[in-house]
């Protein structure tokens, strides 16, 4: 079974604090994401990974940046958390470009006071 | 703005009876189009997907129903079960991404 396993499930920081939300998946998935989960909003996409080290901007990047040094581990960074990026933030891989099926983690809800 | 769109935003439907969303989309770059199911506290998973050149597709008690020309897809649940209360996205796919709809929250009464 693809796993994707996002660290944190829960957390709460204060405006201004960095935040860094981790993803790892087992599967040696080349592609991975990171969505943003809002009620009445659907699932967003912030970034997206094809590869190692490349990254592309999805349709929300601003206030993120990503990281992914290793191909089995996807960052996502927020430099400065505001409160309106308290979200439901979504990790998915996929094995290749050419796939269509996407492997979601759990999910990671961060509180921004 | 939401690239593709999704109605209704939630339904109530009897042990039994037809759940049926729809969604619809403007750009014809799209190639992909899967449905999403996703239970309370877990990830989206995969439930069914359509190609374009395809006008029906069904899986089990799922059926995806595709019209080009109108620029439309739906999913249709057959017989539903309380086991299939959850939150269902479309999404259509362009350039390798993912955009998704708002999501229809089902319950399914016993």
């Known amino acids: 079974d693809v796993k994707v396993t996002q660290s944190s499930r829960y957390l709460v920081k204060r405006t201004g604090e960095k935040v860094f939300l981790e993803c790892v998946q087992d599967?040696?998935?080349?592609?991975m994401f990171w969505y943003r989960q809002d009620p009445g909003l659907g699932l967003r996409l912030i970034y997206f990974?094809?590869?190692?080290?490349?990254?592309e901007k999805g349709d929300i990047p601003e206030g993120y940046s990503v990281s992914r040094e290793k191909k089995e581990r996807f960052s996502l960074i927020l430099e400065s958390a505001s409160t309106n990026q308290t979200s439901m933030y979504l990790c998915?891989?996929?094995?290749?470009?050419?796939?269509?099926?996407?492997?979601f983690g759990e999910g990671s809800r961060l509180t921004v006071l | 703005q939401q690239q593709v769109k999704q109605s209704p935003q939630s339904l109530i439907v009897q042990k039994g009876g037809i759940s049926i969303i729809n969604c619809a989309y403007e750009?014809?770059?799209?190639?992909?189009f899967p449905w999403y199911q996703q239970f309370p506290g877990k990830g989206p998973a995969l439930l069914i997907a359509?190609?374009?050149?395809?006008s029906e597709k069904k899986e089990g008690r799922f059926t995806i129903s595709f019209n080009k020309s109108a620029k439309q897809f739906s999913l249709h649940i057959m017989d539903s079960q309380p086991g299939d209360s959850a939150t269902y996205f479309c999404?259509?796919?362009?350039?390798?991404?993912?955009?998704f709809g708002a999501g229809t929250t089902v319950t399914v009464r016993a």
């Open positions: 359509i190609r374009p050149d395809v």
């Open positions: 750009n014809t770059a799209f190639d992909y």
């Open positions: 998915a891989s996929r094995l290749t470009l050419l796939d269509g099926e996407l492997f």
């Open positions: 999404a259509a796919r362009r350039d390798y991404k993912l955009s």
């Open positions: 990974s094809y590869d190692v080290k490349m990254k």
């Open positions: 599967m040696d998935h080349e592609n």
